[in-house]
């Protein structure tokens, strides 16, 4: 049982190409950093030349001094590792800076922080009907990454929600496309007796559902696959009931063969000749006494076999 997944169209350049993230043109900050301290020096030498001499060009360049350290102090960018900032220039996008450390990039650019790092996200616990229709409740764990800080950016409004909303929509799928038990039929995948191959295609059909947001999926674990509290006692007896006729039926076949072996041993030996009514009842006696659950009494026969 599948259904097509709609994948959300990603976000598109100036050009109507899908925007893909690629490398934004930066420079090293702490030598700016340097260079930017001595305009700011040098702005304040020359206010007080210009003050102490009057000399009104003096204080022009010195203006222009102060514009300059302005300029250059609103491009630095400090990137932590982990992070990663996506730069916007007139809203075009222009690259993202993943090198941790003090960087520079164009004063007029916005600088947008991304998180890179692995993140762990919980769905909350969802009630739906299994492919059987019985009501289950079931929770799973997905772990994810940024991987395209671009489509992350603008191709979403919030990567956090979106990937929040597909895990819970994912796990209501599954949930929904495969029965709780498989009841015995090793052929039919089940939430409880394949929990492997449940979780994988977990994974994959959420990695299809996330990827036009630039999201990696890493892992997917169920955390909490039950029955629903209204039909848990009706479940746990029939899977009790199913507990106790499988091991009815392995006492009864071991018990023929006990019995079978028996008859095998006494005829091979010459131990008793019975005709077929007495093995009849001899099998009767031997079944009940390794069938019953309670312990039988002996009863000692003194008279004729046949009494």
Request: glycine share 6%; aromatic share 6%.
């Amino acid at each position: 049982m599948s259904a097509q997944i709609q994948i959300p169209s990603v976000g598109l350049n100036s050009a109507g190409q899908p925007i893909s993230e690629r490398q934004a043109w930066y420079l090293a900050g702490p030598l700016l950093l340097v260079a930017d301290l001595v305009l700011l020096v040098a702005a304040i030498i020359l206010f007080w030349q210009s003050a102490a001499h009057h000399i009104p060009a003096l204080s022009i360049v010195g203006v222009i001094c102060v514009i300059g350290f302005i300029f250059v102090w609103r491009g630095f960018t400090i990137v932590a590792p982990g992070r990663a900032h996506v730069v916007q220039l007139f809203g075009n996008y222009k690259g993202t800076i993943r090198q941790p450390g003090l960087q520079w990039v164009n004063a007029f650019a916005n600088r947008i922080p991304v998180s890179t790092r692995i993140r762990n996200m919980e769905t909350s616990l969802a009630k739906v009907n299994d492919a059987d229709g019985n009501p289950i409740e079931i929770a799973a764990v997905v772990v994810w990454q940024v991987r395209d800080t671009a489509q992350a950016t603008y191709s979403v409004d919030n990567y956090v929600e979106f990937v929040a909303i597909q895990a819970e929509t994912a796990v209501r799928h599954i949930a929904s496309s495969y029965p709780y038990d498989n009841r015995g039929v090793e052929s039919v995948l089940s939430l409880r007796d394949n929990a492997d191959e449940i979780t994988a295609r977990l994974s994959a059909e959420l990695t299809t559902r996330v990827q036009a947001a630039g999201v990696e999926v890493i892992e997917t674990r169920l955390t909490r696959l039950s029955y629903a509290a209204e039909i848990a006692g009706a479940m746990l007896r029939q899977q009790q009931a199913a507990a106790v006729v499988g091991a009815r039926s392995k006492i009864v076949e071991g018990a023929v063969g006990m019995v079978r072996m028996a008859l095998q041993r006494l005829d091979e030996e010459n131990v008793v000749e019975l005709d077929e009514e007495r093995k009849a009842a001899m099998v009767s006696n031997l079944l009940v006494v390794l069938c019953s659950e309670q312990a039988t009494q002996q009863v000692v026969n003194t008279g004729s076999l046949y009494a």
